[in-house]
T-cell receptor
Framework: DTGVSQDPRHKITKRGQNVTFRCDPISEHNRLYWYRQTLGQGPEFLTYFQNEAQLEKSRLLSDRFSAERPKGSFSTLEIQRTEQGDSAMYLCASSPRGDYEQFFGPGTRLTVL | DAKTTQPNSMESNEEEPVHLPCNHS???????IHWYRQLPSQGPEYVIH???SNVNNRMASLAIAEDRKSSTLILHRATLRDAAVYYCIRGRTTSGTYKYIFGTGTRLKVLA
């Protein structure tokens, strides 16, 4: 399967703990996006990478959130000092150069107790 | 960025056409309209997209109003596998970033 993969698929953590999610985009897709989706809502944009450069961050991304894409391949999203309001599905998508279509991964569902 | 507006839910009988409406009255001239669908516990899946002209592919058709303030996704013959949440999305470029602005989606129920 050569689609976008995300790991883990599910994460349960206690409030105050740090968590890290990984996204592996489709090979040679230079654009990578992170979205957050809460129950009953559509996904909301969090951040965007073009190759290894993080070009845009939503104001939804508080200072407890950090994302990286070293070497322009996989990406990680870390949440420090998790809060119950962070409980959501975190989706990663990638897109090839010159194309508007985004390919989504299956998401990581985070539950903060 | 203003989101699109969609009905919360719709029902259709199997084998019949389905017309899913979307309102995007504040769309700008360079915003694309994308449609994705999402099954439970899965990421969104691409359906179709367009800018000004109507579009057809193997999955669906997209009819875009002349003033571009609304569009309709058409599934020609609904099957049980088409039951999903359908999102109408504005795709726009701001500060060099092309990103999606999702609406709240329409949950489509297909009746056997």
């Amino acid at each position: 399967d050569t689609g976008v993969s995300q790991d883990p698929r599910h994460k349960i953590t206690k409030r105050g703990q740090n968590v890290t999610f990984r996204c592996d985009p489709i090979s040679e897709h230079n654009r990578l996006y992170w979205y957050r989706q809460t129950l009953g809502q559509g996904p909301e944009f969090l951040t965007y990478f073009q190759n290894e450069a993080q070009l845009e961050k939503s104001r939804l991304l508080s200072d407890r959130f950090s994302a990286e894409r070293p070497k322009g391949s996989f990406s990680t999203l870390e949440i420090q000092r998790t809060e119950q309001g962070d409980s959501a599905m975190y989706l990663c998508a990638s897109s090839p150069r010159g194309d508007y279509e985004q390919f989504f991964g299956p998401g990581t569902r985070l539950t903060v107790l | 960025d203003a989101k699109t507006t969609q009905p919360n839910s719709m029902e259709s009988n199997e084998e019949e056409p389905v017309h899913l409406p979307c309102n995007h009255s504040t769309i700008s001239g360079t915003d694309y309209i994308h449609w994705y669908r999402q099954l439970p516990s899965q990421g969104p899946e691409y359906v179709i997209h367009g800018l000004t002209s109507n579009v057809n592919n193997r999955m669906a058709s997209l009819a875009i109003a002349e003033d571009r303030k609304s569009s309709t996704l058409i599934l020609h013959r609904a099957t049980l596998r088409d039951a999903a949440v359908y999102y109408c999305i504005r795709g726009r470029t701001t500060s060099g970033t092309y990103k999606y602005i999702f609406g709240t989606g329409t949950r489509l129920k297909v009746l056997a």
